[in-house]
């Protein structure tokens, strides 16, 4: 069988119709969109903003309260930079949680050592957000929750309408980086009571390097970049015309896909899920059952290291939370932050379905794991201790030192 | 950062087609070394006959980088005597699979542990029996 992609929470790939439209914009249409004095530009200007008013419309936004950027780790550092820069007073208490995009986290880690205040609100063993713990610690101090939509390792979904409400009744701003949950779940700004939204376009079968912030009409932001004073003032730099007509045609094609697409990757999903359970024993679920999206699965299975199994399944594009695919030789923090044992984190799986994706694949997978999964077990020294009624958990393991 | 596309050919053979897993049939030391908080684990054990290891076998939780280089080295060691098997270096085992990623140069100091703590358990053992 041909490769198959299952890692689309890293990246999907461009759809065809996506790069059609962009194409003009990488050929004959090559106008700056700030050059007001000829037709080039003004073209560029009239594509960049129906790619606006796409994006606005999918989420409930007018055009205005849209700016482009260079992906969803910008706007998220735009997001959280730009309101505490501009938030005017003593440095204030941004409320977060532990399993946000580094994006997110490193940002928010950097205000800490500048003097902000950052507090992590707890977490249940699906990666649910406390939303009682949420809201006893918002402190007068408090200027912003930064909240994500959906988890891209454990697929887990925060009630974000709910922190919207929160956010609002305390007068604090909420941010939420939606970049999983987009085109998988329905989000409105309005409804859900956001203040600013981070976009990626890659995420949504859309081109690299482009990605959006929504900011809500009157929210202030500092800008991390000056020049130009482009999107109005808080974010100078030439725009990326062609990746904004991409970022604009997914945004579109995302929401009018939205229901029946999902519908049909939740049949998927549950078709994986029941192959791996019915074929494999001692699996563990990571995330939450129901509320989580619906291209997503996250699987450790007991006494197999994950990059060894991907390593076997290599037909198939996977992505493990074993430290041993990581550079930094530490397992998942996400699985950490939720309480995932080391010892199963390591064993864990990402199964990212995507609209290439379909149920022969799906079967074809099932097999493979099931096949692998019991040739490495009986390889594994812990599978035999299980079977003798060793706790591996609780046994004293030698010291094995990572920084030889 | 994959570091499985760094593998050479040997190791991938020696990870598909492990050579001597299980336990061997009348061990005379066994060494169970590393974590499975840290992602791998080793049971190496030996037979020793006259002073030399005449079969080795490995059970081993790990990377592709750990599977390999446990069946490397129960490879190098079968046939050696104690002495000469606690001369093979982690580095020589890395050698032998014509190298490894440098983020997996730990997963052979891994088998290097499991041969040292295996034949440690011999000479234990054989203490314990001369004592009788």
């Known amino acids: 069988m041909k490769s198959i992609y299952m890692d689309h929470h890293a990246t999907t790939p461009l759809d065809p119709e996506v790069l059609a439209a962009m194409m003009p914009y990488l050929t004959e249409e090559f106008g700056n969109p700030s050059s007001s004095t000829h037709e080039w530009g003004r073209r560029a200007r009239k594509a960049v903003e129906a790619g606006r008013a796409q994006i606005a419309e999918s989420i409930g936004a007018e055009p205005d309260e849209i700016i482009f950027t260079s992906g969803a780790t910008e706007s998220d550092n735009l997001a959280v930079k730009g309101v505490a820069l501009s938030a005017a007073g003593p440095k204030g208490r941004i409320i977060t949680q532990a399993t946000e995009h580094k994006a997110i986290l490193d940002t928010v880690r950097y205000l800490e050592k500048v003097g902000y205040e950052i507090y992590y609100v707890k977490l249940d063993s699906y990666g649910l957000i406390d939303l009682e713990d949420l809201e006893r610690n918002i402190t007068p101090q408090t200027f912003l929750i930064t909240i994500q939509a959906a988890n891209s390792e454990i697929g887990t979904i925060q009630p974000i309408a709910q922190v919207g409400a929160c956010a609002k009744a305390h007068g604090v701003l909420f941010h939420t980086d939606a970049v999983q949950a987009i085109g998988k779940m329905p989000i409105n700004v309005n409804s859900d009571q956001i203040d600013l939204l981070s976009l990626s376009a890659h995420k949504i079968y859309g081109p690299k390097g482009v990605g959006a912030l929504y900011v809500r009409k009157g929210v202030k932001l500092a800008p991390l970049i000056h020049g130009g004073g482009h999107e109005r003032g808080m974010r100078s730099g030439t725009l990326n015309v062609a990746g904004i007509v991409g970022l604009g045609k997914a945004a579109e094609m995302a929401h009018r896909e939205r229901d029946q697409e999902t519908r049909r990757l939740l049949k998927l999903r549950e078709r994986l899920a029941n192959g791996i359970r019915a074929k494999i024993d001692q699996v563990q679920l990571n995330g939450h059952p129901q509320q989580r999206l619906a291209n997503n699965l996250n699987f450790s299975f007991a006494y197999v290291e994950g990059e060894s199994l991907i390593l076997a399944c290599r037909e198939v594009a996977l992505s493990s939370g074993s430290a041993c695919t990581s550079s930094s030789l530490q397992s998942s923090y996400v699985l950490r932050a939720i309480g995932v044992p080391d010892s199963l984190a390591h064993c864990s799986i990402r199964f990212g379905l995507g609209k290439s994706n379909n149920e022969e694949q799906v079967d074809f997978l099932v097999d493979l794991l099931a096949t692998n999964v019991r040739r490495l077990r009986e390889m594994s020294p812990l599978y035999d201790m299980a079977r003798e009624g060793i706790d591996i958990e609780n046994f004293s393991w030698s010291k094995h030192d990572h920084e030889h | ?132």
Request: charged share 30%.
């Open chain 2, 1 to 132: 950062m994959d570091a499985w596309d760094e593998y050479t050919e040997k190791v991938m053979d020696h990870y598909e087609h492990p050579r001597n897993v299980g336990i061997v049939e009348n061990p005379s030391g066994i060494g169970v070394v590393g974590n499975p908080a840290c992602g791998d684990v080793m049971k190496l054990s030996i037979e020793v006959k006259d002073g030399i290891i005449v079969d080795a076998r490995f059970k081993t939780f790990g990377c592709g980088a750990a599977i390999a280089t446990s069946s490397m080295v129960t490879e190098m060691i079968k046939g050696k005597s104690l002495e000469e098997a606690l001369r093979v270096s982690n580095k020589a085992v890395a050698e032998s699979l014509g190298g490894l990623p440098k983020v997996k140069m730990h997963c052979s100091v891994l088998a290097e542990d499991a041969l040292k703590a295996a034949i440690d358990d011999y000479y234990k053992k054989q203490k314990q029996e001369n004592k009788k």
